[in-house]
C-alpha cells in the first residue's frame, strides 16, 4: 500500500481573454508613465470565474488534504495575440506580457501549496500561446524561480504515484450529440491502448487532452487474455467562457460547464475523477 497521490488538471483558462478569470486585486504594469500601475477592473463575468477558480484551488485542496499533487494545465494558459478581433477580445493591447501576468496570479495559491510536488503545462494551441508554447514555457519560467518544478512540452508521458499519465493539447472533440458523447473519446482510447500493446509502450492509465471545452470521462478497457488493462479517456473542461468563435463552431451551444478534475490514486491506480464543476448557461434569460 503505497500513500494516496493526486493530479489536479485544468485546462484552457485563456487568461487575457475578457471570457477568461481574472482574480482579485490584479495589478498589471502601468499603461503610461501617470499611474503607478494599473488595477484592473473586472467585469461582473471576470468576477465569477475568479470566484469559482479560487474556491475550486480550495475544495481541491481540502479534498487532497496534504497528501502528495501534481498539478497539470492542459494547454491555453493564455489567449495569445493571434484573436480574431484582438480589440475586442483581450483585456491588454501589448504582447504577452499582462496575459501571463494573470495567469501567474490565478496559479499564484496553487505555488503556496507545499505538497505540489510538481507543475507541468502542454503547449497550447500556437494562436493562444504566441507561437510554439510561448505562453506555457514563460509561466512555466516564472513558477521556476519561484522554486516549483515546473515545465511545459506539447505530449507527455508521466509517471506519478504508479501511473502513467499521456498528456496532450490536442485530441478528439466530445461528440456533437448528446447520445454520441464520448463515443469517439472511446475509440480514440482504444486506439492508443492497441498501439502502444502492438509496440511495446505502456498503456497509459490515462489520456488527457483539452481544446475542445467541455469536459468526457470515460473508463476504457483493453482486454487481454487473463486480465483487462483499464485506461481513463480525459476531456478536460476549460476555465472560460464561449466567445463569438466558440459560439460559431458549436452552432450554439447553450448548456456549458466549467472547472477542474482531481484524479484520486491509489497503489498505482486511478481510482476516481473528482469533478470540480460550474454550470453555465450561454443564454440571456428574458421574461415579461
Ligand atoms: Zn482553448
Redo the contacts with the bound molecule.
Keep these: 500500500m503505497s500513500d494516496p497521490h493526486w493530479a489536479l488538471v485544468i485546462s484552457?483558462p485563456?487568461f487575457g481573454h475578457v471570457l477568461g478569470p481574472v482574480m482579485p486585486g490584479l495589478e498589471l504594469p502601468s499603461r503610461d508613465d501617470v499611474e503607478d500601475v494599473w488595477r484592473v477592473e473586472r467585469t461582473a463575468f471576470q468576477r465569477q470565474l475568479a470566484d469559482w477558480w479560487l474556491a475550486d484551488l480550495a475544495e481541491a485542496r481540502s479534498i487532497i488534504n496534504g497528501e502528495s499533487t501534481i498539478a497539470l494545465i492542459i494547454?491555453?494558459i493564455c489567449h495569445g495575440d493571434r484573436a480574431k478581433y484582438p480589440d475586442k477580445e483581450l483585456i491588454s493591447d501589448r504582447g504577452s506580457v499582462d496575459q501571463v501576468l494573470m495567469a501567474m496570479a490565478a496559479l499564484e495559491p496553487l505555488a503556496e501549496w507545499d505538497n505540489v510536488k510538481a507543475m507541468r503545462l502542454c503547449k497550447?494551441?500556437g494562436s493562444?500561446s504566441f507561437g510554439r508554447g510561448s505562453a506555457e514555457l514563460e509561466v512555466a519560467n516564472r513558477l521556476q524561480v519561484k522554486g516549483m518544478d515546473a515545465a511545459a512540452w506539447y505530449h507527455m508521458e508521466l509517471t506519478w504515484g504508479g501511473v502513467t499519465l499521456d498528456l496532450a493539447h490536442h485530441g478528439p472533440s466530445s461528440g456533437i450529440r448528446e447520445w454520441t458523447k464520448g463515443n469517439v473519446w472511446r475509440y480514440y482510447v482504444r486506439s492508443i491502448q492497441d498501439n502502444c500493446s502492438r509496440n511495446g509502450y505502456t498503456i497509459p492509465d490515462a489520456v488527457i487532452r483539452?481544446?475542445f471545452?467541455e469536459r468526457i470521462i470515460e473508463h476504457v478497457p483493453f482486454y487481454r487474455q487473463t486480465e483487462t488493462d483499464w485506461t481513463w479517456g480525459i476531456l478536460a473542461p476549460?476555465y472560460c467562457g464561449i466567445d463569438d468563435f466558440g459560439r460559431k463552431v458549436t452552432r450554439s451551444k447553450r448548456i456549458l460547464s466549467v472547472g477542474m478534475l482531481l484524479l484520486e490514486i491509489h497503489d498505482g491506480r486511478i481510482v476516481w475523477v473528482h469533478e470540480l464543476l460550474h454550470g453555465m448557461d450561454a443564454a440571456r434569460k428574458e421574461m415579461w
Design positions: 484552457d485563456h494547454g491555453d497550447g494551441t493562444h483539452g481544446h471545452h476549460a
